[in-house]
């Protein structure tokens, strides 16, 4: 039996907007938690789903398996391969392999 356990997940990169104040707290729980923006966005939300009851009621309904996405994702490579790792922006410049929030 292995000493190690990985789960292997796979990240999709996406586009949202958020508020002002809602991007700068992201950015500042982030820093309080001495993590990146995007796990705070992942987790906060895994959070809400895990805890909302109703939610969790809709998933086990036939409507929830006909929800049409209106997510805006980023296509990646269509082989398989793995994502490649993200460069540094040039100043100025956005990542965009990363969930980001965008100013309206």
């Known amino acids: 039996m ?16 958020l508020d002002e104040a809602t ?3 992201v950015d500042q729980y982030a820093a ?3 993590a990146c923006a995007d796990d ?5 939300l895994n959070y809400v789903f895990s805890k909302d009851r109703d939610f969790q009621e809709f ?3 036939p409507l929830a398996k006909d929800v049409r ?10 082989n398989g391969a ?3 790792p993200a460069k540094k922006p040039a100043s100025g410049a956005e990542s965009t392999t990363s969930v980001r929030a965008v100013k309206a």
Not at 40 to 44: S, T
Not at 72 to 78: A, D, N
């Open 23 to 25: 991007a700068t707290q």
């Open 82 to 84: 793995a994502e490649q």
């Open 2 to 17: 292995p000493l190690l356990e990985i789960n292997q997940i796979r990240h999709i990169c996406a586009s949202v907007r």
């Open 69 to 78: 996405s209106t997510l805006r994702v980023r296509k990646g490579p269509s």
């Open 59 to 61: 998933l086990k309904t």
């Open 40 to 44: 705070v966005v992942d987790k906060a």
């Open 32 to 34: 309080f938690i001495h």
